[in-house]
C-alpha cells in the first residue's frame, strides 16, 4: 500500500473540498467508497448508502467498476445516493453517516442543486436555511457571530444572493440575533434537526433521480422520462412520463423487479413480477449503467441484500461474503422474532446444534469479524471476535494462532475436538429480515383501509360441478406414481367449451384422498404462466383437479420427436430453460418445494416460430425414488433420499439435470442399476458432461447448480436473471429487428422473450443496427464446479492475442470501452491461420472497442511483428463471442471466405484470421467509421460541397459493387450504415455478414424467415427472397438517398409500422410506384439519371453497376452540377484491373 501511486480526486461534502484517494490497480468503486467511509468514521452499515458520481453530473457509477493503474480518471463526488425511510434514526444509528447527510443536503441547497426547491416559491424558507446552518456553525464550533456573519455568503443559498445581494445582510444579522437571544439553548443535533425537517417540507422527493431514454409506445419510438425514488407518495418506485405528456404512468414498485438485462446498444430490459418486461433504450452506456446501478441498489437494500438484480452489475463484496458463507455487517442485537438476529437464526434453523455456526462482519468496524457459535452443553451460542492483522492475516481469542485467510481459521478449527468447534456454517439467506435492509418501509399494508376481500373470488380456484364436465371415453392415461389418473375432457360453461385434462385419484386408491386434496391444496392456488393452471377442483367421488389442456405434451417426448427436431433451435432450449428458472422462483416465494423436477414434468405449451412456451406440472402423488433418480438427487441427500422433497437446495440440483435434458434433446442420464458407483461417481465431484451444442455459458449454469456444496448452489431468481441474460443479449434475434422498429413489441405474457432463431442469422454480427451482446461472468471455459468469484472489473485495459501457433498466453482481463463491457478471465491461446503468410511473427494489441454487433464486437488494434522493428499497423478485429451457436460460426466462416477473395480500394480488406480459442477476423482500420453517423455529425460542414463530395461517395461504392458483382456476389445489406469513411473524399463496402457467392445463377434465394432490412430491399426480395446484382442496385439507390439526406431514415411511408405490416405495405407502394422523394441536397440530373433508374420495378430493366459507374463518371467530368471538376478527384486506380468499367456508347 506504500507505493501506491494511482489516485483519483473524490469531493467530500464534509470538507467542502476534493481529496485524493490512492488506490492499488483494478481496485473497485467500491473499495473507493469503503476507503473514504472508512476515513470518515462512517460505519461498515451505512456506507451502503453511499456512492461515486461523476463530478457535476448526475450520472453514477456502479459498485463493480476499476479503476487501472494508470488511466487518468474523472472526479468523482462521495453522496448519499439511497435514501433511508426515514433520516432521524440515522443519528443513533451512525452520526458519522448523518452528519455527511446534512453537509450534502446543505451543499445541494446552498448550490441550488435540489429541483424541488426554486427561488421563486421558496426565497423565505432559504433564508431561513441559511440563518439555521449560521446559527448551528455558531454552536457547533465556537465561531463568533462576527465571523459567521462576514461570512455569510458560504451559508446562503446562492440564487439568494444573487437575487437579494444588497439587502441580505440585515435581515441575517436580525434573524440570527434572535436565536442567539432566545433562552432556550439548542444543542447541534436538534439544530440539524431543525434543518433537514425544514429541508423535507421543501423537497420531499430528495435524492430521486430522473432519466431521459427512449421506449416503444404503440408501435411508435417516444421519449420519455423515467424517475425513480421508492418513496413517492403517488407512485412509489419507478414512474414515467412520455415527452409532451403530463401524466405520469407507475411502472412498478421496489419489490416488484424480478431481474434487468442490459446490452451495450445502451438498451435496458426490466423484467417485473406481474406484466410484460419494459424495455428502454438510454442515450449513452453511462446512463445504462448508473441507472441499473440505481434499481440494483435500491432492491438490495429493501428486498433482498444477497441479491443482484443485473448479472453484469454484481456487487465485489456480495461475491466475496459468499465464498465465505459469511453474513454482512448484521447486528447481534436486531430483534429477528423474539430475540437477537443470528442467535435467533441459529435457533430456528439448526435448533441450537453444537458445532453450528454463523460467520458475519462487524456492524462497528472494518476489517472485523465475528462468529456466533452453538457449543456443546449450551442453551445460547457464543461469540467470538476475528480480527485483520496489518499482513491481511487473521486472529481469534481461542488460540491466539495466525491465519492466512478466514477459510483456513474454519478450516483449523472444524473438528470437534477443537476448543471451538466450527462444524456446520449457517449462510446469509436471501430471506433474512436484518438491519441491513436500510431502506426498507415499514409494512403498514395489514393496516391500511380498502376492501381487502376485493378480487379474491377473482384469483382463487374454483369448485367445479362435475355436470359441466365432459370427458372423453377412453381418452385416459396412468399417471407415473400409479395412483392418478389423466383423462381428457371439456368444461362447459353455458355454451362455451374449454378443453381441460382431468387429474383423479384412481378409485383404488381413495385411502390416499387426504395426500390428495394436500396435494391439490399446494397447487391450485399457484398462478404463474410457467406452471400448469388448475381452474379448480371436483369434490365429488373421486376427487379431481381440472387442469389446463396442453396436448403437446411432455417436454422430453417432444424433443426426442424426430418430427419436432428439426424445427427445435437451441434458442427454443434456452427458452425452456427461462420458463423451468422462473417456475422454480415462483415456488420459491411461495414456500413450495417441488422434489421431483424432470423433463417429463415440463409440458409443452406451444411452439411456434416466435416462441418455445413450457410449463412445469404437479410433482404427483411421492413415490420412492429409484436408482435412476440419483442423476436428479443432490449428495446430501444420498443417506435419506427422501429428504430431497423437502429442500429447496435439491430442487436446484434437480434443475441442473433437468436442464441436462433439455439440451440433450430430451435424452435421460446413461441408466445405472448399480447405486453405489452412482452415488460415488457424484460424490467424487464428477459431473455429467456438457451435451453436444450446449452453450458453454449454460452448461456453466449446471455445474454451479450441481455444486457439491449446497449453500453455493445458485438460487432460482439467479438462475433466471442469468438464463435470461443470455436470451436477451445472445439470442436477441427473436425480437422484431431493429431495421425495422427499435424496440421488442407484443410480447405476450406468458413469454418474456419471444420469436425463434433461425439456421441463417438474422444480420451480421457488425450492422451498427444490430442487438449488442456483454460477456457474461458464466461465459468462462472453466469447467470446475465451484462458483467463480472473482469481482467483476470495469474499465480499459489492452488486450494481447497472440498470434503464434500453440502459444499461451496469461490470463487478461477482457476489458475494453471504459465503464461498459464487463471482463472475463480467459486463458489465451491463439493459433493463427495466416492469410498473407504472417508465419505467426505477430501480435496484435486491442486498444478499445470501436463497434459491436449481434454476436460479437470490433476493437481498434494494433499489428505488431514480434522480432522486426518495424511500424504497427492499425487494424480492426471483428470477434465472435465464445458463446455463439454453431449457425453464427457458420455465417462467420462464409463472410470470412468471400472477404478472403476480395481486393479492392472500395472494398474494405482482411489482414489475417484467428480460430482458437474465440474466432477473430482481422481487417483493415477506417478510421471515421460509418457514413450514416459520419453524415450526421458533419452535416452542417460537408453542405458547402456536398454534391461533388456525395458524387465521389456514389462513385466509390458503385465501382466497389461493379467488382462485387464481377465475383459473383450479392452484398444484401448495402447501406450507409455499412459504408465505411476512410477520409472525407473515399469511402469503402464493409461488413459481408449477409452477403451470398450466388454462383452461375447470378441470384441468391433466401432460404429461412428472418427480420431483413426491409426500407433497402428491391420487391423481389420482399416477396420472393430473390436477391441478384440487381436487388443490390436498388440498394444502392437507396443508398444514395441516404448520403444526399445526410443520413435520413428511407421511409416511403410515415406510419410506424410493426414489421409484418411494413413489408405489406412497402410491397403494395412499390409496385404503385412509390417512390422516395428528391433530396434536397440532390441535383435534379442525379436523381433522374442515377438514383431513379435504380428503383424500376423490373430488374432487367434497372442499370448494372458498370452502367452505373459510367454514369457518375460521366456526370463528374462535366462539372455538373458545382461548376468543380470532381473527375480529377479521383483517377482509374481506384478500380481493379479485373473491374474496368465497359461504358455504354
Not at 560 to 571: L, M, P, W, Y
Not at 843 to 871: A, D, M, T, W
Request: aromatic share 12%.
Amino acid at each position: 500500500m506504500e507505493n501506491l501511486t494511482s489516485c483519483v480526486n473524490v469531493f467530500l461534502y464534509t470538507e467542502n473540498n476534493f481529496t485524493k484517494v490512492f488506490y492499488e490497480n483494478d481496485s473497485t468503486a467500491e473499495d473507493i467508497i469503503i476507503n473514504l467511509c472508512r476515513k470518515l468514521k462512517i460505519g461498515p452499515v451505512y456506507r451502503h448508502l453511499f456512492g461515486l458520481r461523476f463530478s457535476k453530473t448526475s450520472t453514477w457509477i456502479s459498485s463493480c467498476h476499476k479503476f487501472i493503474d494508470g488511466k487518468p480518471n474523472c472526479d468523482f463526488e462521495l453522496r448519499i445516493r439511497f435514501k433511508v425511510p426515514s433520516w432521524r434514526r440515522l443519528p443513533s444509528a451512525d452520526f458519522n453517516a448523518f452528519n455527511y447527510y446534512y453537509c450534502q443536503v446543505k451543499f445541494d441547497v446552498i448550490n441550488s442543486k435540489v429541483p424541488d426547491i426554486t427561488y421563486e416559491r421558496h426565497k423565505r424558507e432559504l433564508s431561513g436555511l441559511g440563518v439555521t446552518d449560521m446559527y448551528r456553525d455558531i454552536i457547533e464550533n465556537g465561531i463568533s457571530r462576527k465571523d459567521v456573519e462576514s461570512n455569510y455568503k458560504k451559508y446562503i443559498s446562492k440564487e439568494v444572493l444573487r437575487n437579494h445581494f444588497i439587502f441580505v445582510k440585515k435581515p441575517i444579522h436580525r434573524s440570527l440575533t434572535k436565536l442567539l437571544e432566545t433562552e432556550t439553548k439548542h444543542d447541534v443535533e436538534f439544530i440539524k434537526f431543525a434543518y433537514l425537517e425544514q429541508f423535507d417540507e421543501l423537497a420531499p422527493n430528495y435524492l430521486a433521480e430522473e432519466y431521459v431514454a427512449q421506449t416503444d409506445d404503440g408501435g411508435t419510438t417516444k421519449n420519455v422520462t423515467i424517475i425513480v425514488y421508492p418513496f413517492s407518495r403517488e407512485h412509489p418506485g419507478i414512474r414515467m412520463c412520455f415527452e409532451g405528456k403530463k401524466e405520469w404512468q407507475h411502472l412498478c414498485l421496489i419489490d416488484e423487479l424480478c431481474y434487468i438485462s442490459m446490452r451495450t446498444d445502451r438498451t435496458v430490459e426490466i423484467s417485473r413480477k406481474n406484466g410484460v418486461p419494459t424495455y428502454f433504450k438510454f442515450r449513452s452506456l453511462l446512463d445504462v449503467t448508473s441507472f441499473v446501478s440505481l434499481l440494483d441498489g435500491y432492491y438490495r437494500l429493501m428486498v433482498k441484500w444477497t441479491f443482484n438484480l443485473c448479472k453484469d452489475t454484481i456487487t465485489p463484496s456480495l461475491q466475496e461474503l459468499h465464498a465465505l458463507k459469511c453474513h454482512g455487517p448484521i447486528r447481534q442485537v436486531f430483534k429477528h422474532g423474539n430475540g437477537e438476529f443470528s442467535y435467533a437464526k441459529l435457533e430456528e434453523k439448526r435448533n441450537n446444534k453444537a458445532g453450528c455456526y454463523i460467520l458475519r462482519q462487524s456492524d462497528t468496524s472494518y476489517d472485523t469479524y465475528y462468529v456466533d457459535v452453538c457449543l456443546p452443553n449450551s442453551r445460547k451460542p457464543s461469540t467470538y471476535k476475528i480480527e485483520t492483522l496489518s499482513s491481511h492475516e487473521y486472529t481469534w481469542a481461542v488460540d491466539n494462532n495466525v491465519y492466512a485467510s478466514l477459510q483456513e481459521l474454519v478450516a483449523s478449527n472444524r473438528a470437534s475436538s477443537s476448543p471451538v468447534p466450527l462444524i456446520e456454517c449457517v449462510p446469509p439467506s436471501e430471506y433474512d429480515q436484518s438491519n441491513l435492509l436500510l431502506c426498507r418501509m415499514d409494512d403498514k399494508s395489514a393496516d391500511g383501509g380498502g376492501d381487502i376481500w376485493s378480487g379474491v373470488a377473482v384469483r382463487s380456484p374454483l369448485c367445479i360441478d362435475i355436470r359441466n364436465l365432459q370427458v372423453f371415453q377412453g381418452r385416459w392415461k396412468e399417471s407415473r406414481d400409479k395412483i392418478t389418473a389423466v383423462l381428457r375432457g371439456n368444461w362447459c360453461v353455458g355454451k362455451n367449451k374449454k378443453e381441460i385434462v382431468l387429474k383423479r385419484l384412481k378409485a383404488e386408491h381413495s385411502e390416499k384422498l387426504a395426500e390428495f386434496l394436500g396435494l391439490a391444496n399446494k397447487w391450485v392456488f399457484l398462478d404463474s404462466s410457467c406452471i400448469v393452471k388448475c381452474y379448480g377442483v371436483t369434490l365429488s367421488n373421486p376427487a379431481a383437479l381440472v387442469l389446463e389442456h396442453l396436448p403437446l405434451g411432455p417436454l422430453d417426448e417432444y424433443l426426442q420427436d424426430c418430427a419436432n427436431r428439426s424445427t427445435i433451435k437451441e434458442v427454443d432450449l434456452v427458452e425452456a430453460a427461462t420458463y423451468l428458472a422462473t417456475a422454480l422462483w415462483h415456488l420459491e416465494e411461495k414456500g413450495i418445494v417441488h422434489g421431483k423436477i424432470r423433463c417429463h414434468k415440463l409440458l409443452v405449451a406451444s411452439h411456434t416460430s416466435q416462441s418455445f412456451v413450457i410449463r412445469l406440472s404437479d410433482p404427483g402423488f411421492p413415490v420412492p425414488y429409484n436408482t435412476h433418480d440419483l442423476h436428479w438427487l443432490p449428495p446430501e441427500c444420498y443417506q435419506l433420499v427422501e429428504s430431497a422433497r423437502i429442500s429447496k437446495f435439491a430442487d436446484m440440483w434437480a434443475f441442473a439435470t433437468t436442464l441436462w435434458e433439455i439440451f440433450s434433446f430430451g435424452e435421460s442420464p446413461p441408466p445405472s442399476t448399480d447405486s453405489s458407483s452412482l452415488k460415488k461417481f457424484y460424490m467424487s465431484g464428477k459431473r455429467l458432461s456438457i451435451p453436444k451444442n450446449c452453450p458453454q455459458c449454460i452448461y456453466q449454469l449446471m455445474l454451479e447448480c450441481w455444486n457439491f456444496d449446497p449453500h453455493y448452489r445458485r438460487e432460482p431468481q439467479e438462475a433466471l436473471r442469468d438464463i435470461h441474460q443470455l436470451l436477451y443479449q445472445v439470442f436477441n434475434s427473436r425480437k422484431t429487428h431493429s431495421y425495422a422498429t427499435v424496440f421488442p413489441k407484443n410480447i405476450p405474457v406468458s413469454n418474456s422473450s419471444g420469436g425463434t432463431y433461425n439456421d441463417e442469422t438474422n444480420c451480421s454480427i457488425m450492422s451498427e443496427q444490430t442487438a449488442n451482446t456483454f460477456l457474461s461472468y458464466s461465459e468462462l471455459d472453466d469447467t470446475d464446479s465451484s462458483r467463480d468469484v472473482s469481482s467483476a472489473g470495469w474499465g480499459e485495459s489492452t488486450w494481447l492475442l497472440n498470434y503464434q501457433q500453440g502459444q499461451k498466453a496469461n490470463q487478461l482481463d477482457f476489458l475494453s470501452d471504459s465503464f461498459f463491457l464487463n471482463p472475463s478471465s480467459n486463458e489465451l491461446g491463439f493459433g493463427m491461420q495466416s492469410i498473407f503468410e504472417l508465419d505467426g511473427e505477430y501480435n496484435v494489441v486491442l486498444q478499445g472497442r470501436i463497434g459491436q454487433g449481434f454476436y460479437g464486437e470490433v476493437y481498434k488494434g494494433l499489428l505488431e511483428h514480434v522480432v522486426k522493428e518495424v511500424e504497427p499497423k492499425i487494424v480492426a478485429v471483428k470477434k465472435l463471442k465464445p458463446s455463439a451457436v454453431p449457425s453464427i460460426l457458420q455465417d462467420f466462416d462464409r463472410e470470412i471466405a468471400i472477404m478472403k477473395t476480395l481486393k479492392h480500394p472500395n472494398i474494405v480488406s482482411i489482414e489475417g484470421v484467428i480460430q482458437e480459442p474465440e474466432y477473430c477476423l482481422i481487417m483493415e482500420y477506417v478510421p471515421y467509421g460509418s457514413l450514416q453517423c459520419y453524415l450526421k455529425i458533419h452535416g452542417d460542414v460537408l453542405r458547402n460541397e456536398c454534391e461533388s463530395l456525395f458524387l465521389k461517395y456514389a462513385l466509390d461504392i458503385s465501382s466497389g459493387m461493379e467488382y462485387l458483382s464481377s465475383r459473383k456476389i450479392v452484398h444484401r445489406d448495402l447501406a450507409a450504415r455499412n459504408i465505411l469513411v476512410v477520409n472525407q473524399r473515399t469511402v469503402k463496402i464493409s461488413d459481408f455478414g449477409l452477403a451470398q457467392f450466388t454462383g452461375s445463377s447470378d441470384y441468391y434465394i433466401l432460404k429461412t424467415n428472418r427480420d431483413l432490412p426491409i426500407k433497402w430491399y428491391a420487391p423481389e426480395s420482399l416477396s420472393a427472397g430473390r436477391f441478384s446484382q440487381r436487388s443490390d442496385v436498388w440498394s444502392f439507390g437507396v443508398t444514395l438517398f441516404e448520403i444526399f439526406s445526410f443520413g435520413d431514415d428511407p421511409r416511403i411511408t410515415e406510419a410506424e409500422l410493426p414489421q409484418e405490416e411494413l413489408l405489406e405495405q412497402q410491397q403494395v407502394l412499390l409496385k404503385n410506384g412509390t417512390r422516395l422523394p428528391c433530396p434536397e441536397c440532390c441535383p435534379q440530373e442525379v436523381y433522374v439519371d442515377i438514383i431513379s433508374p435504380c428503383w424500376r420495378y423490373e430488374s432487367k430493366d434497372r442499370p448494372t453497376f458498370s452502367d452505373l459507374v459510367c454514369s457518375i463518371e460521366k456526370i463528374c467530368s462535366q462539372g455538373i452540377p458545382t461548376g468543380n471538376n470532381l473527375f480529377n478527384m479521383f483517377s482509374k486506380k481506384n478500380q481493379s484491373e479485373g473491374s474496368k468499367s465497359q461504358c455504354r456508347n
